[in-house]
């Protein structure tokens, strides 16, 4: 007997989107069939009619119960609260950082992240790995094992992000340490994660502005510059060229950036981009509101023309995949800094992202129903090696399966978020909506009702695939 059949709905896997009924036996899927072909009693039958049925979303990028800078021991939302609205937005795995930071080594950071997620998240979940500053070689010969074991991403970042004296740790990698890096990410056939911006152009403008006593939150965008994320970009994908390394540009908020990402893949190399859902729907007008440093997420929103360039991106390629740099805070720390050196970044945006990107773009934009579930889910698991455990509605694969509402028509409102004291999303109108939502044949998320369990998201080991750290294969 089958446990459970989606029936009814219009089914998006990579051979097609078609009138399918799917079935589940456990937690797995085992057969995608033609309608009405099922012909085996299930315990329980969903009906789908009317609905586009896709996997479970990824969210690649995640700060979970993370130190938020500048505020002492403060931290982002942890992984129980983030998970939940996660699943309620239709987003089943999530990934976070693992942090090195300086002094404990990176089993020490693993064990860390461990401690916090285990028990307590809702959605499955993975971790990737973050190096910051100057890169010692005891923890460039860790990465082995550290890959060997299921985590096969690391994160690094060539800026420090905010002028010297607002934050502790130093963040940025040079470029020595980074060929370094690379070489060894080729070697082992992992992948690197890069925050890429010229830290030389971004302290400088720190100052400029200071000087020029334009220090007010909307000038972000001048800051974390066009000029800057390009610059940079280029130096990194030299690098990448130079030693093989493939490289995952996280949060692409320029138009230039997009370029740059096209240009190396055009040459075959193994290259990525994500991009925000934040980025693709306000520019740095937005900043200009009262409290308007509500939109900022680091690097910076940057103009209409990069905004549109970033939807390009999503909806026709050349970008990989949208992702949210989730920092959950209250609304009271998100609006505390107002100035250029002290602004929080992020936003509580895991539980919008899947919903947002249909909108927007399926439903506004005409984007395909195949390349939703590309940005949304595919591509991040093809990249972060989940695939195809994570990311397919195919037999063999996590029965993690999303029913989309088309026909829900509003403006959201502060009742559809279940998270945090505030969302930039209240008052944006949406046409199509994650309405139920599967986490390995469990349906967690039903009629707005919360079923899911803590401690039933999984811990998952990850290991990519050749084919993408090789060529840009997605
Ligand atoms: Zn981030």
Known sequence: MLDLIVRGGQVVTPWGVSDWDVAVEGEKIVAVAARGALTEEAGRVIDATGKIVVPGGIEPHAHISAPIMGHGDLKTAPPGQVSRAALFGGTTTLLDFAIQYPGIDIGQAIQERTSVWQGNSYADYSHHLMLLGEIPANILEQLHE???????????????????????????????????????????????????????????????????????????????????????????????????????????????????????????????????????????????????????????????????????????????????????????????GRTISDVTGGHNGAETRVGITYSEGVAKRGMSLQRFVDVTSANAAKIMGLYPRKGVIAPGSDADIVLIDPSVKKRLAKSDFHISDYSIWEGFDIEGWPATTILRGAVVVENGVFRGRRGGGQFLRRKVDREYTTRPAC
């Open 146 to 336: 550290a890959v060997e074991d299921g985590f096969p991403s690391i994160k690094i970042f060539t800026t420090n992000i905010r002028p010297p004296s607002t934050v502790g740790e130093p963040r940025m990698v040079r470029m020595g340490h980074l060929h370094d890096l690379m070489e060894q990410v080729q070697r082992l056939g992992a992948l690197l994660l890069v925050h890429s911006e010229d830290d030389d152009m971004v302290q400088h403008m720190y100052r400029k502005l200071a000087q020029e006593e334009r220090t007010e939150w909307w000038n972000m965008h001048l800051v974390h510059s066009n000029e800057s994320e390009d610059v940079s970009f280029r130096r990194v994908l030299r690098v990448a060229e130079w030693t093989g390394a493939p490289v995952y540009f996280v949060h692409v908020s320029a138009r230039q950036g997009v370029g740059a990402i096209q240009e190396a893949r055009a040459k075959g190399l193994p290259v990525y981009g994500e991009t925000l859902h934040n980025y693709c729907c306000f520019n740095a007008d937005n900043y200009r509101e009262e409290n308007g440093m509500r939109y900022h997420t680091y690097p910076s929103i940057k103009a209409e023309e990069d905004r549109l360039a970033l939807w390009d991106g999503i909806v026709r390629g050349g970008l990989n995949t949208m992702a949210t740099d989730e920092y959950c805070t209250s609304w009271e720390i998100k609006i505390a």
